[in-house]
């Protein structure tokens, strides 16, 4: 039987154990080497994914807002109401903000049967009611002519055209807008005079009233409530006095 010194016995113990930390300290550092490879293989395949997934959204978003280009043209190709809201939308103002307003006092004078007219195009070539339509108006050709698939080369008549189709085919309980409001007029456009001689029969719809308005300059627009009659009304009484 072979005797070790424990001297010796000591040493070759203190060497096998380093041996083996010294052998599984380079496993663990190959292992973990390893680890973080395939760490960082995976974060360059989600890196890749993702950005993948973001270009195929944004090429969803692409198709899907060609699609609805295309549809509202179609539309408005076809229904003759969508063609004149947006012809005169364009015509009163280019900001999309302002665009809605200006389409449901259209819907509301057709609503209404706005002095006796019950359809959209009636409504808008009724004499003095949109002075872009009125005989005589230098930009009357332009609007009366505006034709749907001029909306690919022009976004803002494009604006136009979706916001009609939006104000024509909404429910009534979307009108943003007192049902009663037939009027407005833009101040910046005025010439010669602050405010067209009917402003001061009716009544100025407040910004309290539809906060969408607070978006409005007053100056570009102001709303106001009251029907026809009552400007006939007056109309027949300023008459007769001038006749006494």
Not at 12 to 38: K, P
Not at 79 to 84: F, G, I, T, V
Request: without cysteine; proline residues 5%.
């Amino acid at each position: 039987m072979i005797k070790l010194h424990p001297v010796k016995l000591s040493l070759f113990i203190s060497a096998a154990s380093l041996a083996l930390f010294v052998g599984f300290g380079a496993l663990v550092n190959t292992l973990s080497h390893h680890h973080q490879e395939d760490i960082r293989d995976l974060k360059d395949e989600y890196g890749h994914s993702a950005e993948r997934l973001e270009i195929t959204q944004r090429q969803k978003m692409k198709q899907k807002r060609r699609a609805d280009s295309l549809e509202v043209i179609v539309e408005a190709s076809r229904r003759p109401e969508l063609l004149w809201t947006a012809r005169a939308i364009y015509s009163e103002t280019r900001r999309p903000e302002e665009m809605w307003f200006v389409g449901w006092v259209i819907r509301n004078r057709v609503e209404s049967r706005f002095h006796g007219h019950g359809t959209y195009k009636d409504i808008i070539l009724h004499p003095k009611q949109f002075s872009a339509f009125n005989r005589g108006s230098g930009v009357r050709g332009f609007y009366m002519n505006l034709s749907p698939s001029q909306g690919v080369e022009r976004p803002r008549w494009h604006d136009a055209m979706q916001t009609a189709k939006g104000v024509v085919d909404s429910p009534l309980a979307f009108n943003p807008l007192p049902h009663d409001t037939y009027h407005f007029y833009s101040e910046v456009s005025m010439r010669g005079r602050k405010h067209p001689e009917w402003r001061d029969k009716l009544t100025p719809v407040s910004k309290t009233e539809v906060p969408g308005l607070a978006n409005i300059e007053e100056t570009r627009f102001r709303f106001f409530r009251g029907t026809h009659m009552n400007l006939l009304a007056n109309k027949e009484k300023n008459a007769t006095s001038t006749a006494r």
